[in-house]
């Protein structure tokens, strides 16, 4: 299962930290992503982090997103500043496949929502 939190409200420009619980035994074996989907749009890749800390970014969010994992908790972190309008979405948090495929059933997101 996984479950994400730390969504919010927030003015442009300011930050949140998103943190996603993982259940199993196979967190650490994981390519471990964060996805988001706004209102009438695809969901997205926006960062993954691999088994060995290699980070990668969207180039939306390039800069300013920061994501991080923790193998002994079974968590995987998003640290976002900066942030923007456009950043509004649910954020989920998945094990990602070779591409950008979800490997898990979805769990639940957590909602960010920055104002103007």
């Known amino acids: 299962q996984l479950q994400a939190s730390g969504g919010g409200l927030v003015q442009a420009g300011g930050s949140l930290r998103l943190s996603c619980a993982a259940s199993?035994?196979?967190?650490?074996?994981?390519?471990m992503g964060w996805f988001r989907q706004a209102p009438e749009k695809e969901r997205e890749l926006v960062a993954f982090?691999?088994?060995?800390?290699?980070?990668n970014y969207a180039d939306s969010v390039k800069g300013r997103f920061t994501i991080s994992r923790d193998n002994d908790k079974n968590t995987v972190s998003l640290q976002m500043t900066n942030l923007k309008p456009e950043d509004t979405a649910v954020y989920f948090c998945n094990a990602v496949l070779a591409g950008t495929k979800p490997r898990f059933p979805w769990g639940q997101g957590t909602q960010v929502t920055v104002s103007s």
């Open positions: 199993g035994n196979s967190f650490r074996f994981n390519i």
């Open positions: 982090i691999t088994t060995g800390g290699t980070t």
